[in-house]
């Protein structure tokens, strides 16, 4: 059954700290993925997309990586801003069918002064 | 201006009551989706058009109907409100299939059904 779960569900930090968020799919077969920000009251925005040969991607305070092998991705936020506090959405996109995205419910992330 | 439009944005109704919610796009792209959002649940596909003339039955489309007026537009119909509808809606867009395309969503319909 194809999957896409997240975690936490919910992570509070301090202005200025790092935090890592986790998105593990069980999607085959497999084309992309990608991460979202949902700022609160509006729709999400695409903020990196991840394809099969890659590891590592980069976009500002945001990096994002991937493990093909073992399904796992992350979002890592840097230095984090009173700006970050959003919604993350992890979308993984198969190869087949026409509906071929799946959602994660996303993390909550709140970040506090 | 935003690229996808979604009205009205706050709707207020009662059950039994027929509601549709609009959707236009800027874009230029063929294919567009409805998805509901609740709390814990995420987004669900209810409907989604890959042209004029394509209409598809999403995971959760019970309940629920749309139209494809011109490529630029997409409309959500509750013919028959009822209370577990009660949800924020999402309209989006793409140019080619989700399989590299990126979403771009509207900023979102919110409806309570009382």
């Known amino acids: 059954k194809n999957q896409v779960e997240q975690s936490p569900q919910s992570l509070i930090i301090l202005e200025g700290k790092n935090c890592t968020l986790q998105?593990?799919?069980?999607?085959?077969?497999?084309?992309?993925l990608r991460w979202y920000k949902q700022d609160t009251g509006r729709g999400p925005v695409s903020l990196t997309i991840?394809?099969?040969?890659?590891n590592t991607k980069s976009n500002g305070r945001y990096t994002a990586t991937l493990d093909a092998d073992t399904k796992q991705s992350s979002l890592h936020i840097t230095a984090s801003q009173l700006s970050d506090s959003a919604s993350y959405i992890c979308?993984?996109?198969?190869?087949?069918?026409?509906?071929?995205?799946?959602f994660g419910t996303g993390t909550r992330l709140t970040v506090i002064p | 201006d935003a690229d996808v439009t979604q009205t009205p944005r706050n709707r207020i109704t009662k059950t039994g009551k027929r509601i549709m919610l609009e959707c236009s796009q800027t874009k230029g792209h063929d294919r567009m989706y409805w998805y509901r959002q609740d709390p814990g649940l995420g987004l669900r596909l209810i409907y989604y058009s890959f042209d004029v003339k394509d209409i598809n039955k999403g995971e959760i489309s019970d309940g629920y109907s749309v139209s494809r007026q011109a490529q630029a537009k997409f409309s959500l119909s509750l013919e028959s409100a009822i209370p577990n509808q009660t949800a924020l809606y999402f309209c989006?867009?793409?140019?080619?299939?989700?399989?590299?395309?990126?979403?771009?969503f509207g900023e979102g319909s919110r409806l309570t059904v009382l």
């Open positions: 989006a867009t793409s140019d080619v299939t989700g399989n590299t395309g990126e979403l771009f």
């Open positions: 979308v993984v996109s198969v190869r087949t069918g026409a509906n071929n995205l799946f």
């Open positions: 991840m394809t099969f040969s890659e």
């Open positions: 998105c593990n799919y069980t999607v085959s077969p497999f084309s992309n």
